[in-house]
């Protein structure tokens, strides 16, 4: 069975960081992209970082861009969200996801249609 788990998230403080890790279980991590994702409070999911697995490219989005990497563990299926400079507007559930690629139409599909796991939170708060 195919299963993501994501961890890592928790209470910081504006200006922290925080490192989330999104776990594979079912398949490895050879093909394809890795995508994060989240959900504030009260607003729509949206992307946030991908990785393709194919070639390592990485693409973020504009709000986090200088502040979060992505990144894969070499030696074990697991890729990381190194999340730097915190600030309230980060508050969300993040999820991640296995995804085609990292063209806009492949996260899109996959915030239409999912599916998602059980996430983790993170709050950005003094």
């Known amino acids: 069975q195919v299963q993501l788990v994501e961890s890592g998230g928790g209470l910081v403080q504006p200006g922290g960081s925080l490192r989330l890790s999104c776990a594979a279980s079912?398949?490895?991590?050879?093909?394809?992209?890795i995508a994060w994702f989240r959900r504030g409070p009260g607003k729509a999911r949206e992307g946030v970082s991908c990785?393709?697995?194919?070639?390592?490219?990485?693409v973020y989005a504009d709000s986090v861009k200088g502040r979060f990497s992505i990144s894969k563990d070499r030696a074990n299926d697991i890729v990381y969200l190194q999340m730097n400079s915190l600030n309230a507007d980060d508050t969300a559930v993040y999820y991640c996801?296995?995804?085609?690629?990292?063209?806009?139409?492949?996260?899109?599909?996959?915030?239409?249609?999912?599916?998602w796991g059980q996430g983790t939170q993170v709050t950005v708060s003094s």
């Open positions: 990785l393709s697995l194919n070639d390592g490219r990485t």
């Open positions: 079912g398949f490895t991590m050879d093909r394809y992209a």
């Open positions: 996801a296995f995804i085609l690629d990292c063209t806009k139409d492949s996260q899109q599909t996959q915030m239409r249609s999912g599916p």
